[in-house]
């Protein structure tokens, strides 16, 4: 009697933990599409127009269930030997030890650290940006993510947009005198906007998974 009544609350409270657990959203690993993603800047000139570029090669990986914005992460490296400003003589400055001195400092890198919801369909995502051998905490506002489609070529993409400005001598890029006028002739501030595009793997049906649905759906139609 008394194994009875024992074998029985064990099993109330089993099935109450199974109840009330709350379930567990795995995070699905993406890998960052570098042929649609691309980090662009812009930068005042003389403080009478904008030098706008961007860095055209762009990999890295991220996660998220699906659901809950605080479950992305975020790891994305920059090829800063990819900066491109649209003139060659330029560009080639851009690498030199005045900016960027990419033969010492090749990539650029960020590595999110939290992601907190910011209003509906954004976000904001704070980590560390090493650049130029330093490192400083930043925080992007991201719009995003969308919803995941299908690519039709087995895999499952989604997107986003993450815009920051930063202060380009926070990370050592010093160069730039000062105008006749007492303007800069390169501004310090520095608007950055993230293009992003994410892919995984389709989920791959079980082979005869269709038929099986669609046996299951006609035996059901046939009970009614």
Same mark, same amino acid.
């Given at each position: 009697?008394?194994?009875?009544?024992?074998?029985?609350?064990?099993?109330?409270?089993?099935?109450? =933990?199974?109840?009330?657990?709350?379930?567990?959203?795995?995070?699905?690993?993406?890998?960052?599409?570098?042929?649609?993603?691309?980090?662009?800047?812009? =930068?005042?000139?003389?403080?009478?127009?904008?030098?706008?570029?961007?860095?055209?090669?762009?990999?890295?990986?991220?996660?998220?269930?699906?659901?809950?914005?605080?479950?992305?992460? $975020?790891?994305?490296?920059?090829?800063?030997?990819?900066?491109?400003?649209?003139?060659?003589?330029?560009?080639?400055?851009?690498?030199?030890?005045?900016?960027?001195?990419?033969?010492?400092?090749?990539?650029?890198?960020?590595?999110?650290?939290?992601?907190?919801?910011?209003?509906?369909?954004?976000?904001?995502?704070?980590?560390?940006?090493?650049?130029?051998? $330093?490192?400083?905490?930043?925080?992007?506002?991201?719009?995003?993510?969308?919803?995941?489609?299908?690519?039709?070529?087995?895999?499952?993409?989604?997107?986003?947009?993450?815009?920051?400005?930063?202060?380009?001598?926070?990370?050592?890029?010093?160069?730039?005198?000062?105008?006749?006028?007492?303007?800069?002739?390169?501004?310090?501030? $520095?608007?950055?906007?993230?293009?992003?595009?994410?892919?995984?793997?389709?989920?791959?049906?079980?082979?005869?998974?269709?038929?099986?649905?669609?046996?299951?759906?006609?035996?059901?139609?046939?009970?009614?």
């Amino acid at each position: 009697m008394l194994g009875s009544v024992r074998n029985a609350f064990i099993g109330t409270v089993a099935f109450g =933990v199974m109840v009330g657990s709350p379930t567990v959203v795995q995070a699905a690993d993406y890998t960052l599409d570098p042929y649609h993603s691309k980090a662009e800047f812009s =930068v005042r000139h003389m403080m009478i127009s904008n030098v706008s570029g961007e860095f055209a090669k762009v990999t890295g990986t991220a996660q998220y269930d699906g659901k809950d914005v605080k479950s992305i992460k $975020v790891d994305a490296t920059i090829d800063a030997n990819s900066i491109d400003t649209g003139n060659e003589d330029r560009d080639k400055h851009l690498r030199n030890k005045d900016f960027f001195d990419t033969e010492k400092y090749p990539t650029i890198k960020f590595v999110s650290k939290s992601a907190k919801p910011a209003g509906k369909g954004q976000f904001k995502l704070t980590g560390d940006l090493t650049m130029h051998g $330093v490192t400083k905490p930043v925080t992007l506002d991201v719009e995003g993510p969308t919803p995941e489609i299908n690519d039709k070529h087995g895999n499952m993409k989604l997107g986003a947009e993450a815009k920051t400005v930063i202060n380009r001598k926070d990370f050592g890029i010093s160069y730039g005198g000062l105008m006749d006028n007492g303007g800069a002739a390169v501004s310090d501030e $520095v608007k950055i906007t993230l293009n992003i595009e994410l892919a995984r793997p389709a989920e791959k049906k079980a082979e005869g998974s269709d038929k099986k649905t669609e046996g299951a759906e006609k035996k059901a139609q046939a009970t009614k």
